[in-house]
């Protein structure tokens, strides 16, 4: 957890550890500070994007109920101590996204790359060895990492990829 220990409300009806593992929490239930509770919970998840729309509610509820609490230094603090964790969410985020874009280009690079080398292999003479690297690159190929994201451009690399395969096989038939 971040530092917002300090904002925790003693009066609050539920208690930190209880607040992540109610996935159905009403929210508009909860005190400013308990959403506040809660957003901190929801930034520690390893996929920011699979609690994001949560993460949205929680704010959206959090300003509706902050505007309507008398504007002093409590309640100074207590966006002070929102705005910093959910800031802090949003870094998460974009971190994460990165992360995944990285993954995304590296594992398309690769499968060109495979495509590449069985394009390579249309010059070789040796058909039992051809057959052979077909099925290794094959095997490479369906075994790497497939990611939610840009499948689209998967969908091309593996439509190249079986187009590759029919023009090598055309071509050693002869």
Known sequence: MTENKIIENKNSNISNENLVNLEEVELTNLKPEE???????????????????????IKALFYKKFNRLEQNKESETLEKNFKKIYNLFRKNRNDFRKEQEQKE?????????????????????????????????????????????????QRKTWKNYKITQKIQNTGTKT
């Open 105 to 153: 280009k590296e594992n398309l690079k690769l499968k060109t790359e495979i495509i590449s080398e069985i394009k390579n292999l249309t010059s070789e003479v040796e058909l039992k060895k051809k057959h052979k690297h077909q099925k290794k690159n094959k095997n490479k190929y369906k075994t790497q990492e497939k990611l939610e994201q840009k499948q689209q451009k």
């Open 35 to 57: 959403l506040i509770i809660l957003l901190d919970q929801l930034i520690d998840s390893d996929n920011p994007f699979s609690v994001s729309k949560r993460v949205e509610n």
